[in-house]
């Protein structure tokens, strides 16, 4: 939101000048005493934006007695004002007042004129629903070099007093009424759009107050003047604005930029027999992320039957589209091409096939007719829009008659006509006929060679209500003319670079237009709809400048009832409302469960079965473990919630016991014991200490067990033990259950159990661990201490790690457990990525964060079974997913220090790409890319060379020799190297050229070319000459540039049969090519007769002393390479619809 582009702000507040009139100075204060700023950096008369903190006037219903301050007010259309005895009486009309109307004009009487001081504020007139106000003060302006330095201020205030976000577009008249006959009514007008930092404007200095208040002038009368104000508003964004009431029609919510979505999306729901077929399509089996048909089906469905504005981010989900896709402004013309293919596409094969080409095709024949000979080639065409240039077109008519116009191809453009040669003919267009919906695109955008770049184009080009196409058809039908009625005009207001799309809709055809401008619709005249949006307004401030239309829907007279039929419940399929139904039901649920979620935790519960399997510290990781889930209302008690476990689980009460994950100090997870008994009537918020989601290890009785309940726990004597067994030869650890145990227990005492658990014999020896922390397990070592002296701080959950005590464990890799959890500590996993493939997934390797460079290497390439000499390794970027520096093979880091730079949680990224030659050989090379271009000018492949670094360009060219197999007859063997920029030569480097002083940054190419045989020597007289395709402006290469061999004295005619056999170019197209030299980019056309002049080809000394570039020869001949339909800005992204 801004004010109008006219206007000047002021850092005094939302100030912007109107019209320039002397004497009228800019203020931010209500005080009339205020002073002001230097004069100089003050514009003489501006629109201001006042903030006030006047107290808000009396409502509306005062009683008829009660004293107005300040002033009085009336209404044309709401209230009658008399004057009695100095006082105002307001009489209420019968009729109701239409508070969301579009327009209104209202007067406010300010009494006492001579002697306000303050601000005089209106009774509010309610216009769209939201109230306004007349605001008038005086104003001083101390700096003023004249003494009447003061003036009368005039505003229009709207919504004072809301502090939302809302916005209300509006165009006003400000008037000052004479009271004297003969006296004309003194008015300026406003354009703006209000909103709460925003809610007044109008002008500072409306008029000189001594010329207010001299009667001769005729504006005051018993010191009394007369304000008037006419608002026409647009409807208001932010605010209570029910559109359903108003016009019986909802909008679309904007998701970001997606305004131009939404003027398309109400255009096609209003084609009614399009959306009867969109309902039809079948999408019973459809994924509901995924369908594009459905999608639309549910959009069209809501925008039937809901009362609210209707969403469209499942569509644009629909579609494939990203986040940022819907903040991207996008060209409505596009994507109404694109949704509408996709449409069709989805439609074939249904019992709705062929719906968009009867409503949309039309039908043109393209022709080329000889002037002088009976030949004529035609062909036709179908069309789904018509896209008509309106510079410098009075109105839509002359932008038809611009379309069908013939083109004379004459002179170098003649056509070939087989067997009757090149001869002058017409080229054109002429309309077979018209579809029943007929899509206009009025090319707003146009291409700017001077600026490179697209613009807008603003000009006037008036459209018709109803239009007769027949004089552009072939052959009219006098039955069924070519009589079409305005349906739709889709408006652009903006620039190139951005703006808003609204949509005027004529939803019956009857001539009742609505305003679709997102989320908001609102009834408005035929004149706003029509009239106001043919471009051109460059005088009138109520119609801004760049507002504009930008596409046209007319429906054929004739088809309007059938394109237009009403869309009852009964053309909806049964399945389809059933599963909308559904889908909102479970959306209301999700919605009402995202309301309430704060009223519930949820509660991870973990068993033994996720400890089975585990490899590493704690009983479980986190990360990949597989949870039970409950969601549980947090004032939810113990007792319950174990009822609810119990049930879900499968187990009566007694068979199970909750305890819960506790972190610990030394940054372990462990369980720890719950006092079920004094607990019942806890909450789960209050035992998981207010900090969710609760962690829970839930212990259960064996499946095959008899047993009615758990065995008694005594908290305050016993403890609870989990075991683990650790394999040496297999480097496994494996979960070997629980145990409750007194805390007085040797630890002897607990051989047999972990035998028994791990099925080893009763007598075998054990050595033990307590894993305390990670990187921390310690050998428990005198086994004849009671629990609670051989371990560190026993609690309940600490972890004791068994393994056999064999002889032959010390040949393993990892011998104890406690190597085996020191490795693991610095184990990571990390994800090697192909550099030469953007998209590669890359693959995973679990490595030692101890590991060096060549260990890293070696596990690498044995991976991708290659030499690791042959891999080269690079740097994840730490800001962005992306390769970054090289790895010299040399480093003497670890993987640990290669990794630092990366986040803690992200994924862990290395990149590698394979090489030819060896590493170490590669860190003494240098890295170059390069074009190999073939005798007959066509890109043979790119190359990438390995030169020494300290090289010049004979070792590249040497290096690129070894690659290609040139061809043995006809060639010189030489290779040279070219520089290109913009698809021209700019220079050839010379052999001693060192490699350092090359740089590839940027637009230019380097190319590598055999030099032909007739170029190797180059005698006095002759020049090799830079060759460039350019079409028209010289600006405009394109192709592959070459070097040609010219001779002082040399008719030019040789050279062109040199560039012809070069080009192979066929005669009858060769004819057409123009020939200029270029100089600074200025081309000079060369004539048939001309004879070779060399120093035509040579820099020349410009002015001052400097050289000027090198000239080259431009061929000037067509670009047959594909074009866009119209040029687009380099940083647009083009519309798809992926699903």
């Not at 009336?74 to 327009?103: F, I």
């Not at 809301?162 to 509006?170: I, Y």
């Not at 607990?750 to 080893?760: H, K």
């Not at 962005?880 to 990366?902: H, I, M, Q, V, W």
């Amino acid at each position: 939101m801004g004010s109008n582009p006219n206007n000047n702000r002021n850092n005094t507040g939302g100030m912007a000048e109107a019209e320039s009139t002397p004497d009228m100075l800019v203020s931010g204060d209500t005080n009339p005493n205020a002073t002001e700023g230097p004069p100089e950096k003050r514009p003489c008369n501006e629109v201001e934006h006042m903030d006030t903190d006047t107290p808000p006037p009396p409502p509306k219903n005062d009683s008829p007695s009660t004293p107005k301050a300040g002033g009085d007010m009336d209404t044309d259309r709401n209230t009658n004002t008399t004057n009695v005895n100095g006082e105002v009486m307001v009489e209420e009309l019968m009729e109701e007042e239409d508070e969301s109307r579009a327009e209104a004009t209202f007067r406010f009487t300010v009494e006492n004129f001579s002697k306000v001081k303050e601000t005089q504020l209106s009774p509010p007139v309610f216009i769209r629903n939201l109230p306004w106000k007349i605001m008038a003060m005086p104003r001083h302006n101390p700096n003023a070099e004249r003494p009447n330095n003061k003036s009368l201020g005039f505003f229009l205030q709207c919504n004072a007093d809301s502090d939302s976000s809302w916005s209300c577009s509006a165009s006003a008249e400000l008037r000052l009424i004479p009271q004297k006959d003969g006296v004309e009514t003194f008015n300026r007008k406003i354009q703006h759009i209000f909103y709460s930092k925003e809610n007044d404007w109008g002008f500072a200095h409306f008029m000189p107050w001594h010329e207010v208040g001299d009667t001769q002038k005729g504006f005051i009368k018993d010191d009394r003047i007369l304000l008037e104000v006419y608002v026409n508003a647009d409807a208001p964004h932010g605010v209570a604005w029910d559109s359903k009431k108003h016009t019986g029609y909802v909008g679309l919510k904007n998701q970001g930029a997606t305004c131009y979505m939404n003027s398309l999306l109400q255009t096609l729901f209003f084609t009614n027999q399009l959306r009867k077929a969109v309902y039809q399509m079948p999408t019973e089996s459809d994924d509901q992320s995924k369908s594009v048909a459905l999608a639309l089906q549910r959009i069209f469905y809501e925008l039937q039957h809901n009362d609210k504005p209707v969403g469209t981010k499942k569509l644009t989900k629909s579609f494939g589209w990203e986040t940022l896709d819907s903040f991207m402004q996008h060209d409505v013309q596009e994507l109404c091409r694109v949704l509408l293919d996709n449409m069709e596409s989805k439609m074939r094969g249904t019992c709705v096939e062929g719906t968009i080409p009867r409503l949309l095709e039309g039908k043109m024949i393209s022709f080329i007719k000889c002037k002088h000979i009976d030949y004529m080639s035609s062909r036709t065409e179908p069309f789904y829009d018509i896209q008509l240039n309106i510079k410098g077109k009075k109105n839509l008519y002359e932008s038809f008659q611009d379309y069908i116009a013939t083109e004379t191809m004459d002179g170098e453009n003649k056509y070939d006509a087989g067997k009757f040669g090149l001869q002058e003919a017409e080229k054109g267009v002429i309309f077979q006929s018209f579809p029943p919906v007929l899509h206009l695109h009025l090319m707003r955008f146009q291409y700017d060679p001077n600026t490179d770049t697209n613009i807008k184009i603003n000009d006037r080009c008036e459209f018709h209500e109803k239009i007769n196409l027949d004089k552009f058809v072939q052959n009219p039908d006098a039955k069924d003319p070519a009589v079409y009625i305005l349906h739709a005009v889709l408006v652009h207001s903006g620039d190139n670079h951005g703006g808003h799309y609204v949509v005027y809709l004529n939803p019956r055809g009857d001539g009742k237009w609505c305003k679709f401008d997102d989320d908001v619709v609102s009834r408005c005249t035929k004149a706003e709809a029509i009239d106001h949006n043919f471009g051109g307004f460059d005088d009138d401030i109520s119609i801004r400048h760049c507002t504009n239309a930008y596409m046209l829907v007319y429906v054929r007279e004739s088809c309007k009832e059938e394109v237009l039929c009403p869309v009852n419940e009964i053309d909806i399929p049964d399945n389809l409302i059933e599963r909308l139904a559904e889908e909102k039901k479970y959306e209301l649920q999700r919605r009402k469960e995202r309301s309430e979620a704060h009223l519930y935790m949820p509660v991870h519960v973990v068993t033994e079965d996720q400890f089975c399997g585990h490899q590493g510290n704690d009983m479980f990781d986190m990360e990949h473990v597989h949870y039970r889930t409950f969601k549980v209302l947090r004032e939810m008690k113990l007792g319950p919630f174990m009822e609810m476990l119990a049930g879900s689980m499968g187990y009566p009460v007694a068979q199970i016991r909750p305890w819960p994950f506790q972190q610990r100090s030394n940054c372990t997870f462990r369980p720890t014991m719950i006092d079920v008994e004094n607990d019942l009537e806890k909450s789960v918020v209050v035992l998981a200490e207010n900090d969710p989601p609760w962690y829970v290890f839930l212990e259960v009785v064996e499946p095959d067990s008899d047993v009615a309940c758990l065995p008694p726990f005594d908290k305050d004597s016993d403890v609870m033990l989990f075991l683990k067994m650790y394999d040496p030869k297999a480097k496994m650890v494996c979960y070997a259950g629980h145990v409750y145990v007194p805390i007085s227990t040797r630890v002897e005492e607990l051989i047999p159990i972990m035998n028994r658990r791990a099925g080893f014999r009763s007598d075998t020896d054990l050595i033990m661990f307590e894993e305390v922390k990670p990187n921390l397990v310690e050998r428990i070592q005198d086994y004849e201490l009671p629990l609670d002296k051989a371990l560190d701080e026993l609690m309940d959950g600490d972890i004791i790690i068994f393994q056999k005590d064999d002889p032959e464990n010390e040949e393993c890799e990892l011998p104890t457990a406690k190597d085996y959890f020191r490795d693991l500590y610095y184990r990571v996993e990390v994800v090697f990525c192909d550099k030469t493939m953007p998209s590669d997934p890359g693959f995973n390797l679990v490595l030692s964060q101890r590991m060096n460079y060549f260990q890293v290497a070696k596990c690498v390439a044995q991976e991708l079974n290659t030499d690791p000499m042959l891999l080269q390794f690079f740097k994840t970027q730490g800001y962005r997913d992306a390769p970054g520096n090289p790895l010299r093979c040399t480093y003497e880091g670890t993987l640990k220090d290669l990794l630092s730079n990366l986040k803690q949680r992200g994924p862990k990224k290395l990149y590698y790409q394979r090489l030819r030659i060896p590493i170490n050989e590669l860190e003494n090379k240098r890295q170059f890319k390069c074009i190999f271009v073939n005798s007959k000018l066509k890109e043979d492949r790119e190359m990438v060379l390995y030169p020494s670094k300290n090289g010049t360009v004979a070792d590249l060219l040497e290096e690129a020799g070894k690659q290609l197999q040139l061809p043995q007859d006809g060639g010189s063997g030489k290779l040279r190297l070219l520089e290109v920029i913009s698809n021209k030569i700019f220079c050839v480097q010379k052999e001693d050229v060192l490699l350092e002083c090359l740089n590839s940054q940027g637009t230019k190419t380097y190319r590598i070319e055999e030099v032909p045989q007739e170029e190797i020597s180059i005698r006095e007289e002759e020049l090799l000459v830079h060759c460039a395709h350019f079409s028209k402006e010289v600006f405009a290469t394109f192709g592959t540039p070459f070097m040609v061999k010219i001779r002082q004295g040399e008719a030019f005619a040789a050279i062109r049969g040199q560039i012809q056999k070069k080009l192979e170019v066929p005669d009858k197209e060769f004819e057409k090519y123009q020939f200029a030299i270029i100089v600074m980019g200025r081309q000079t056309y060369i004539p048939e007769e001309y004879s070779v002049e060399l120093k035509d080809f040579l820099p020349q000394i410009v002015p001052g002393g400097a050289m000027q570039p090198k000239p080259w020869l431009g061929i000037d001949h067509i670009n047959k390479t594909a074009k866009r339909s119209r040029p687009y800005m380099y940083t647009e992204k083009a519309i798809k619809i992926h699903n």
